[in-house]
C-alpha cells in the first residue's frame, strides 16, 4: 500500500489551502483510493492507495506548485480498514510520518520511505522521484499550459489553437518543457513503486 501525507508549506502565513487540495486530488484520482483523501491534522491530509500509478498522479501533482511537503510512506496497513483515513494504522503510515517530515528539510519537498524487507528500497526508488520532481519545477508557465493541455487530451495541433500560438511555437514549448518523455516517466516511477510494494 502507498499512504501520502500532504503538509502544506507556510502554513502560519497563509490561507488554509487543505481543503481546496483534498478537493483536487479527489478529482485527480476518481476514486482510484483504499481511503479516500482526508485532513487528518491542522494543515496536512493523507490519502491510502493500492495504485502504483495514482501514487504517482498525487505525488507530482502535490509537488506541482511548491506548496505541500509530500511524503510517501510503501508498506503494510492493518486490517480492518477503518471507515476514516485518520484512524488508520500500520508501516505504510508510519513510513509516510517519516517521510513527510523529512520532506519537509528538502528543496523538492518530497521523501519517500519504504518498509524493510521490500523488493527494492528507498535509495533504488527515492532519488529517481525526486529528480523528476526537480525537472518539473524548472518548467515555465507557458510549459504548464501546454502540459495541461496535452494531458487532458488535446493534441498539439488542438494546443496551437488554443492557446492562439503557431505549431511552431507549441513544438518549442514542448521541448522546453520536456514533454516528450512525460508519459513514459510517470510509467517507469510506478513501475517502481509497484516493485517497491512487493515483498523481496
Do not use: C, N
Not at 27 to 32: A, E, F, K, P, Y
Not at 99 to 119: M, Q, Y
Amino acid at each position: 500500500m502507498f499512504a501520502i501525507t500532504a503538509d502544506q508549506v507556510a502554513s502560519r502565513s497563509g490561507e488554509d489551502r487543505v481543503d481546496d487540495a483534498v478537493r483536487r486530488v479527489e478529482q485527480l484520482l476518481d476514486r482510484r483510493w483504499v481511503l479516500p483523501p482526508q485532513r487528518t491534522a491542522g494543515d496536512e491530509f493523507q490519502v491510502l492507495l493500492a495504485d502504483a500509478a495514482a501514487a504517482v498522479d498525487v505525488v507530482l501533482e502535490l509537488t506541482r506548485d511548491g506548496e505541500w511537503s509530500v511524503g510517501v510512506g510503501v508498506g503494510d496497513v492493518e486490517h480492518p480498514l477503518p471507515r476514516s483515513t485518520r484512524a488508520a494504522r500500520g508501516a505504510a503510515f508510519f513510513r509516510a510520518r517519516d517521510a513527510v517530515e523529512r520532506a519537509k528539510t528538502v528543496p523538492e519537498h518530497f521523501a519517500l520511505e519504504i518498509e524493510d524487507g521490500r523488493r527494492l528500497d528507498t535509495a533504488a526508488v527515492e532519488p529517481l522521484v525526486a529528480q523528476t520532481v526537480r525537472a518539473r519545477a524548472r518548467r515555465s508557465q507557458e510549459g504548464w499550459e501546454l502540459a495541461d493541455l496535452l494531458r487532458a487530451g488535446h493534441t498539439r495541433v488542438d494546443a496551437a489553437k488554443l492557446l492562439a500560438i503557431s505549431p511552431q511555437a507549441v513544438a518549442k514549448r514542448y521541448l522546453a518543457a520536456d514533454l516528450r518523455s512525460e508519459d513514459a516517466v510517470r510509467a517507469a516511477l510506478a513501475r517502481l513503486l509497484s516493485e517497491a510494494d512487493r515483498a523481496a
